[in-house]
């Protein structure tokens, strides 16, 4: 028997999206026991991107997403020091400098 062609006529759109791009966050230091309002200013932000300081996301649930440029949250509580600030997208994920967290002043 002859193979037959597909006969299917759909067809697919597939739109593809750039990377996240981070322009600045603000503040880039805050107390260990947390509670640090950050701001993060980029572009390319879609729903499900979160920020994390180190492994820990923003509070709530890795900030809120406002628009496509703004990522807003909490600092969660630290140990002091430097730890890693990142995005993670469903796009892609990128780093973007430091948090350091500050001991309370004695």
Same mark, same amino acid.
């Given at each position: 028997?002859?193979?037959?062609?597909?006969?299917? !006529?759909?067809?697919?759109?597939?739109?593809?999206?750039?990377?996240?791009?981070?322009?600045? #966050?603000? =503040? !880039? $230091?805050? #107390? %260990?026991?947390? /509670? !640090?309002?950050?701001?993060?200013?980029? $572009?390319?932000?879609? =729903?499900? !991107?979160?920020?994390?300081?180190?492994? $820990?996301?923003?509070?709530?649930?890795? /900030?809120?997403?406002?628009?496509?440029?703004?990522?807003?949250?909490? %600092?969660? =509580?630290? %140990?002091?020091? =430097?730890?890693?600030?990142?995005? #993670?997208?469903?796009?892609?994920?990128?780093?973007?400098?430091?948090? $350091?967290?500050? #001991? %309370?002043?004695?």
């Amino acid at each position: 028997s002859a193979a037959r062609p597909n006969p299917s !006529t759909d067809s697919v759109r597939l739109r593809l999206l750039p990377m996240p791009l981070v322009l600045g #966050a603000s =503040p !880039t $230091e805050g #107390a %260990a026991q947390g /509670g !640090t309002d950050v701001v993060v200013v980029g $572009e390319h932000f879609v =729903p499900g !991107t979160r920020v994390f300081l180190g492994d $820990e996301p923003l509070v709530p649930d890795g /900030g809120l997403l406002v628009g496509s440029r703004v990522i807003s949250g909490r %600092a969660p =509580p630290q %140990a002091p020091g =430097p730890v890693p600030l990142r995005i #993670a997208s469903p796009i892609g994920n990128i780093r973007f400098g430091n948090f $350091e967290y500050r #001991a %309370a002043p004695s």
